[in-house]
């Protein structure tokens, strides 16, 4: 059974720093990674989708990058603001004829201006 | 932005009651998903449907029912709500045309049973 895990749970930085969030599993057999972003109390919004065979990708301020072998990406964001505090969500999709996501519990970010 | 649509956003509503949450979508999707989460916990998906007329339990256990009866529409119904329903409830979507299977959201109905 896939687990994901993201550490850490909560981080709160200052305006301007670059940050990384973790994110792990334990099945590397996955068909692609995809993180997210959800504000208190709304829906999630989709930041990055990183196929199986990709081993980064970018929009903005964000860089995501995946190493299937080790069970491990990491979402990198660059100079942040203080719209950037939301909690941060991984999560997998393992493939097959199974079109589920496995999420972890996500890691809550708050950039302090 | 992804068009897929939830009403209502706040329901709160006594025990007993029967209640549908609606969820709709307008990007020609196939494959459906409602997701549950409580505060601070993660998503567990309850239902998913793979097309019209498919519809699966998911991996956390739900007294709630679903249908798919057009591709657009999914519908979540609990016949009779328990204050162990309040939650938030997350539905979502993905397929289409050279899929990539990215899951769109929509914005939660968040239920309050008393």
């Known amino acids: 059974k896939q687990e994901v895990t993201q550490i850490p749970a909560a981080l709160s930085v200052p305006e301007g720093e670059n940050l990384v969030l973790n994110c792990s599993f334990t099945?590397?057999?996955?068909?692609?990674l995809q993180w997210f972003r959800q504000d208190p109390g709304k829906g999630l919004t989709s930041l990055l989708l990183?196929?199986?065979?990709?081993r980064e990708q970018t929009s903005g301020r964000l860089n995501a990058s995946l190493d299937k072998s080790s069970g491990r990406s990491t979402l990198y964001i660059a100079a942040s603001q203080p719209g950037d505090s939301a909690t941060y969500l991984c999560?997998?999709?393992?493939?097959?004829?199974?079109?589920?996501?496995?999420f972890g519990k996500g890691t809550l970010l708050t950039v302090n201006p | 932005e992804a068009d897929i649509y939830q009403t209502p956003r706040y329901l709160v509503i006594g025990t007993g009651k029967k209640i549908t949450l609606e969820c709709s979508q307008t990007?020609?999707?196939?494959?459906m998903y409602w997701y549950q989460q409580d505060p601070g916990m993660e998503l567990h998906l309850i239902h998913y449907?793979?097309?019209?007329?498919?519809?699966e339990k998911g991996d956390l256990s739900s007294e709630s029912t679903v249908s798919r009866i057009r591709t657009e529409h999914f519908p979540l119904t609990l016949e009779s709500a328990r204050p162990s329903h309040t939650s938030q409830y997350l539905c979502?979507?993905?397929?289409?045309?050279?899929?990539?299977?990215?899951?769109?959201f929509g914005p939660g109905t968040r239920l309050t049973v008393t």
């Open positions: 099945d590397s057999a996955i068909y692609n």
């Open positions: 979502a979507s993905s397929g289409g045309q050279g899929a990539t299977y990215e899951q769109y």
């Open positions: 999560a997998v999709h393992s493939g097959g004829s199974n079109y589920k996501l496995t």
């Open positions: 449907s793979y097309g019209v007329n498919s519809t």
């Open positions: 990007m020609g999707h196939d494959k």
């Open positions: 990183i196929q199986s065979s990709q």
